[in-house]
């Protein structure tokens, strides 16, 4: 298979893992499935998780990976890459869209161990109830003790609908980096090696 054949086979799963990535992350700002924390947050009085709102799947696993596979799909058109140039900028662009996707990774993987913004009941014999993050600074231990999830009163099931998504976020951006990264190794191969274009020319009449 050529490298502009490659470039295809790369570039498609970017815009699904893209498309993923985007709507994960706005789904993130909609817990419970209502527009009312998103409506009250604030600074001061959070109601959103803080790595939601760092756009890490927006940003980072939707447009700079949406870019770099718009670039890597037009280096495959009929096929083949239109010259050596083209596969040396798919490098760049590459490089750029393995940036998103560990920036997004990143992200993911703290939202996970810190846990959602909930209102939960403090355990100090109170029975007070107060808004805040219960689970941070557990180092993602509460994600295997399901039990403690129910610490979370409000948003209802904000700790499985958190999960879910950042859990999606990060395997979307873990591939994407492995795709980016295997693009960069194919648009190497495309500017040394050269492209089907140039076989093309070769065995043509």
Same mark, same amino acid.
């Given at each position: +298979? $050529?490298?502009?054949?490659? =470039?295809?086979?790369?570039?498609?799963?970017?815009? /699904?893992?893209? @498309?993923?990535? !985007?709507?994960?992350?706005? +789904?993130?700002?909609?817990?419970?499935?209502?527009?009312?924390?998103?409506? =009250?947050? =604030?600074?001061?009085?959070?109601?959103?998780?803080?790595? /939601?709102?760092? +756009?890490?799947?927006?940003?980072?696993?939707?447009?700079?990976?949406?870019?770099?596979?718009?670039?890597?799909?037009?280096?495959?058109?009929?096929? $083949?890459?239109?010259?050596?140039?083209?596969?040396?900028?798919?490098?760049?662009?590459? &490089? @750029? *869209?393995?940036?998103?996707?560990?920036?997004?990774?990143?992200?993911?993987? !703290?939202? @996970?161990?810190?846990?959602?913004?909930?209102?939960?009941? &403090?355990?100090?014999?109170?029975?007070?109830?107060?808004?805040?993050?219960?689970?941070?600074?557990? =180092?993602?231990?509460?994600?295997?003790?399901?039990?403690?999830?129910?610490?979370?009163?409000?948003?209802?099931? !904000? /700790?499985?609908?958190?999960?879910?998504?950042?859990?999606?976020? @990060?395997?979307?951006?873990?591939?994407?980096?492995?795709? $980016?990264?295997?693009?960069?190794?194919? *648009?190497?191969?495309?500017?040394? $090696?050269?492209?089907?274009?140039?076989?093309?020319?070769?065995?043509?009449?």
């Amino acid at each position: +298979m $050529c490298t502009g054949s490659c =470039s295809k086979f790369i570039a498609v799963p970017l815009y /699904v893992l893209a @498309l993923v990535s !985007v709507i994960c992350n706005i +789904m993130l700002f909609f817990p419970d499935f209502s527009t009312e924390y998103a409506g =009250s947050d =604030s600074e001061s009085d959070p109601r959103l998780t803080n790595e /939601v709102k760092y +756009m890490g799947g927006f940003i980072g696993g939707g447009i700079m990976i949406l870019i770099p596979a718009i670039h890597i799909h037009l280096t495959s058109t009929k096929s $083949c890459c239109a010259n050596r140039c083209g596969m040396f900028l798919s490098i760049g662009f590459a &490089a @750029l *869209g393995v940036a998103g996707a560990i920036y997004s990774l990143a992200v993911a993987a !703290v939202g @996970l161990q810190n846990g959602p913004v909930c209102r939960y009941r &403090a355990d100090n014999g109170t029975e007070i109830e107060t808004w805040g993050r219960p689970f941070m600074g557990s =180092s993602g231990d509460y994600l295997g003790d399901k039990d403690s999830w129910g610490r979370c009163l409000i948003p209802e099931n !904000v /700790v499985e609908f958190n999960l879910g998504l950042f859990s999606t976020l @990060l395997v979307a951006a873990a591939l994407e980096a492995v795709l $980016c990264a295997f693009q960069m190794i194919n *648009g190497l191969f495309g500017c040394i $090696c050269g492209t089907c274009s140039d076989k093309d020319e070769d065995v043509s009449p």
